[in-house]
């Protein structure tokens, strides 16, 4: 989308510079503005697509990261209760 609007913009002014002069060298400066405009726009999108894409990938890792951690914790917390029964029917005795 905003690819398309920046080549808008830019076709816009060649239009106007079109319409301002008949100077052909204007034409071209402002046709070669909106091919460069369209792009950076281009390669700005494909910028963030690939962003999108690792910070996804972060974000997945990031999950699973979670999940393992939340296991380890709900094993660390059984093993203190089997540690604290332990020293409890210890000091029993």
Do not use: V, Y
């Not at 060298?25 to 494909?46: C, F, K, M, P, R």
């Not at 979670?66 to 409890?88: G, I």
Request: net charge positive.
């Amino acid at each position: 989308m905003r690819k398309l609007t920046i080549a808008g913009f830019a076709l816009a002014t060649a239009l106007t510079a079109g319409c301002a002069t008949t100077d052909q060298a204007a034409i071209d400066e402002a046709s070669a503005t909106a091919n460069s405009a369209e792009q950076t726009a281009s390669n700005a999108l494909s910028t963030a697509n690939n962003a999108d894409r690792k910070a996804n990938t972060a974000l997945r890792r990031a999950e699973q990261a979670l999940a393992e951690a939340k296991e380890a914790q709900q094993s660390a917390d059984e093993a203190n209760e089997r540690a604290r029964r332990m020293l409890q029917r210890s000091s029993q005795k």
